[in-house]
């Protein structure tokens, strides 16, 4: 009898040890989708940078780092290229970020935090009007966030 009990309590175990792994059904392993894929992909980052280098154009808080690229149409391509790619890798898409280093590129302008949370500002103004999800925004900020202390103070 307690043989059988043992043999019950270790298939009871095993049973519950599969339903939480997924491993008792393909229907119970569900792999989560990337936040690039949940962004919509590299057409839908394209258009929230656009959309967020327009912003960041009309925003006399911060334009004038930016007024160089802006006067250029070859450096505002590269611009918005490197942000897609920046974007496009730190949701887990395929793109590999190809420009500067954050404190390189960002050296001698002497952002500050509150041009710093300007262009946040700007940034989920563009995620809004795409109507890009609160949890989205939320993942995706907390990616960028790591950057800040390479760009602020350089």
């Given amino acids: 009898m307690r043989k059988t ?3 019950f309590a270790i298939a009871v175990t095993v ?3 599969c339903v939480n792994t997924g491993l008792a059904s393909p229907k119970t392993k569900t792999k989560a989708k990337s ?4 962004l919509g992909g590299k057409k ?3 258009a929230v940078i656009d959309q967020f280098v327009s912003n960041v154009a009309n925003d006399t808080r911060i334009n ?3 007024a160089a690229a802006a006067s250029d149409p070859k450096r505002l391509a ?3 290229k490197m942000l897609v790619e920046q974007v496009c890798n730190a949701t887990g898409g395929p793109c590999k970020y190809t420009g500067k280093d954050m404190v390189t590129a960002h050296k001698g302008m002497n952002i500050t ?3 710093f949370n300007a262009l946040v500002e700007d940034l989920v103004a563009a995620l809004n009007k795409f109507k890009v999800g609160q ?3 939320n993942e995706l900020l907390g990616a960028l966030a790591g950057l800040k202390p390479q760009i602020v103070g350089q």
């Fill in 113 to 115: 935090d509150a041009d």
């Fill in 35 to 38: 936040l690039y894929t949940r």
């Fill in 64 to 66: 004038k780092f930016f």
């Fill in 135 to 137: 949890t989205e925004q």
């Fill in 5 to 7: 009990i043992i043999a």
């Fill in 78 to 80: 590269h611009l918005k």
């Fill in 44 to 46: 839908a980052i394209k």
């Fill in 15 to 17: 049973a519950f040890g």
